[in-house]
């Protein structure tokens, strides 16, 4: 089944100590981008989780991000008090006020925002070996996700694009069961116009047939109309495929639209021209879906 490019997912995993949690979210992109915010703890292991997200997808613009904390949900290490820092700042602010000339009014508050007087270094007691199971843990199952409602969205294009198809299939039937009459007609026209111009005059058959023959021969769809038929017919084993098809359908539908626009620019029959007409409409809603298709 076909899948979107457009997804999130989410999971948490914990163990004794730890607990990790991750987000997936994925848009359309041209190609695959991955944007990977991991803690500093499990810089190291960067690669690894970018192969897990790159076994997952082929398209979208994929933002993972990953967060560790204890457990029970606090932080991994206490908070800490620079005392002697915090000893710095008053005698700093002292000092100022008394040369200033100034009644020194310090608050606790205003100490400890004073950068480096509270601290916690959230990871300095978490070893990488010990947090990446769980990240990987996490990110399987949060990747997981994503891809299930990829493929849940994927289902829904699947059949809008099943839609499409069959309205550019009946649209090309029309122009198909259109074409022999509309060349009937073109033929009887030139026959009209050249005995309206030659009035009395007699009618060389021969000659006439002859460029009657060379206007059918400019004119004639039949090529592309085959190749049409052959185009839709691979637009609907696209639809029905799994994996990623997005590229390849990206590259027919150019394909088809090439073949329409020559039908259109043959075609001197009104019918023909307004089937051409809505055909394109069609086309390029199904445009507008392969946009979404990984």
Known sequence: ?????????????????????????????????????????????????????????????????????????????????????????????RALAGELGLAPALRLEWLLGQPGVLSREAEGAVAPEEAWPLLAEALARALGDLVARREAEGKALAEELAALHEALAARVDQVTARAPLAQARRAERLRERVHA??????????????????????????????????????????????????????????????????????????????????AKSTLEKIREQVQNIE
């Open 1 to 93: 089944m076909i899948r979107s490019m457009t997804g999130y997912g989410r999971a948490d995993t914990s163990g004794p100590r730890l607990a990790v949690s991750v987000e997936c979210r994925s848009v359309n992109h041209r190609h695959l981008d991955v944007s990977l915010k991991l803690p500093r703890v499990l810089a190291s292991f960067e690669a690894e989780a970018r192969r897990l997200v790159q076994a997952a997808a082929t398209r979208g613009r994929l933002d993972v991000s990953a967060s560790l904390t204890a457990a029970g949900g606090g932080p991994l290490t206490p908070l800490s008090v620079n005392i002697a820092q915090a000893r710095e700042y008053e005698t700093v602010a």
């Open 197 to 278: 111009l030659l009035g009395e005059t007699p009618l060389d058959e021969g000659r006439l047939a002859t460029e009657i023959a060379a206007l059918a021969e400019r004119a004639d769809i039949t090529e592309e109309l085959a190749r049409l038929r052959v185009h839709l017919g691979e637009l609907r084993a696209l639809v029905r495929a799994d994996g990623p098809v997005g590229r390849t359908m990206d590259f027919l539908i150019q394909e088809i639209n090439r073949e329409v626009n020559t039908v259109g620019s043959k075609a001197d029959d009104l019918e023909i021209s307004q089937a051409v007409i809505a």
